[in-house]
């Protein structure tokens, strides 16, 4: 089971980027899934988080601009990030909580990160 997240990138404050990741193997169900971010010396924070049935959570600081959705027959993530700032410069990292239909456990599984840089 695997996470593969793409879409990060440079771009100008104010300007918009797409995150997207996609679970793959041998995959039962996904329960939440979300979007943390990291900056270096910091601890990964919550920027998003969107349950199986579709309750979203964000952050204050996302609130408003950021919109994060699902799409459960194609196991895919997507963070739409609008009016972006310098100060949400990060690596992004993907997450879902995943039971693998081989071995029937619940895993927290990550992606392997993309970064996002916003310029002032």
């Known amino acids: 089971v695997q996470l593969q997240a793409s879409g990060g990138g440079l771009v100008q404050a104010g300007g918009s980027l797409r995150l997207s990741c996609a679970a793959s193997?041998?995959?039962?169900?996904?329960?939440?899934m979300g979007w943390y971010r990291q900056t270096p010396g910091k601890e990964r924070e919550l920027v998003a988080t969107?349950?199986?049935?579709?309750?979203?959570n964000y952050a204050d600081s996302v609130k408003g601009r950021f919109a994060i959705s699902r799409e459960n027959a194609k196991k895919t993530l997507t963070l739409q990030m609008n009016s972006l700032r310098p100060e949400d410069t990060a690596v992004y990292y993907c997450?879902?909580?995943?039971?693998?239909?081989?071995?029937?456990?619940?895993?927290?599984?990550w992606g392997q990160g993309t970064l996002v840089t916003v310029s002032s």
């Open positions: 997450y879902a909580d995943i039971v693998s239909s081989h071995t029937l456990t619940q895993s927290d599984t």
């Open positions: 969107v349950a199986r049935v579709g309750t979203t």
């Open positions: 193997g041998s995959i039962l169900s996904i329960n939440d």
